[in-house]
């Protein structure tokens, strides 16, 4: 079975930019979660979606949303980049998050503002 | 919100040694304690992990124990080999959170021969 699959996996930016990352869950989860990566900050939870829903949101201005789609492809957007949006984001699927089923990572995006 | 503190930030141990990490967490209502492993330029891999309704488990050379009187929880690696040297993530997560996970800082596990 395919796991997670982020594309792309590198982007540069400049700042005032917007960007678009995707997100594949592995086949028959229906639960994406956004994590984003830093070395100052470690690992911070973005947001969940579920059922083309967005159940659960962490601590990120508005700048930083998302999606999904019928078949559970997941879709984040930053608008207005700004330096200290450069990390690796990553992409966390289960088949559901309410029941703390095993949530899978993928390979992540690093994304580089200029 | 969820904290949780994770120790040591780095950890370096002969082949053949055994490895230990901790991690303490603050909320009460968390009842599920991934660990992730990552190496660099991948993602985080599930190594292992443990519910609250049981105290110990066990997969091969890696093994869990959770406290939830004290609320701290360790990651056990015996006969460490080299490949297992990588970056070792705890995490917590519970209703209060969404279920979303709460990670630790990190420990820099380097293994050497």
């Known amino acids: 079975k395919a796991g997670v699959t982020q594309t792309p996996r590198y982007l540069i930016k400049t700042r005032g930019q917007q960007v678009t990352l995707s997100c594949s869950p592995i086949s028959g989860h229906r639960s994406v979660s956004w994590y984003q990566q830093t070395p100052g900050q470690g690992l911070q939870f973005l947001f969940e979606?579920?059922?083309?829903?967005?159940?659960n949101k962490g601590n990120f201005p508005g700048r930083f949303s998302g999606r999904q789609f019928s078949n559970s492809r997941s879709e984040m957007n930053v608008s207005t980049l700004e330096l200290g949006d450069s990390a690796l984001y990553l992409c966390?699927?289960?088949?559901?998050?309410?029941?703390?089923?095993?949530?899978?990572f993928g390979p992540g995006t690093r994304l580089l503002v200029l | 919100g969820e904290n949780v503190e994770q120790h040591p930030s780095t950890l370096s141990v002969q082949e053949g040694d055994s490895a230990v990490i901790k991690c303490t967490y603050s909320d009460s209502a968390s009842n599920y304690f991934p660990w992730y492993k990552q190496e660099l330029g991948k993602g985080p891999q599930l190594i292992i992990d443990?519910?609250?309704?049981?105290g110990e488990k066990k997969d091969q050379r890696i093994a869990v124990t959770l406290n939830k009187t004290a609320k701290h929880f360790s990651l056990h690696i015996t006969e460490t080999q080299p490949e297992d040297s990588a970056v070792y993530f705890c995490?917590?997560?519970?209703?209060?959170?969404?279920?979303?996970?709460?990670f630790g800082k990190g420990t820099s596990l380097l293994v050497t021969p």
């Open positions: 995490a917590a997560s519970g209703s209060n959170s969404g279920y979303a996970l709460n």
């Open positions: 966390a699927s289960s088949w559901v998050v309410s029941s703390q089923e095993t949530q899978y």
């Open positions: 443990i519910r609250s309704n049981v």
């Open positions: 979606y579920f059922s083309e829903t967005q159940r």
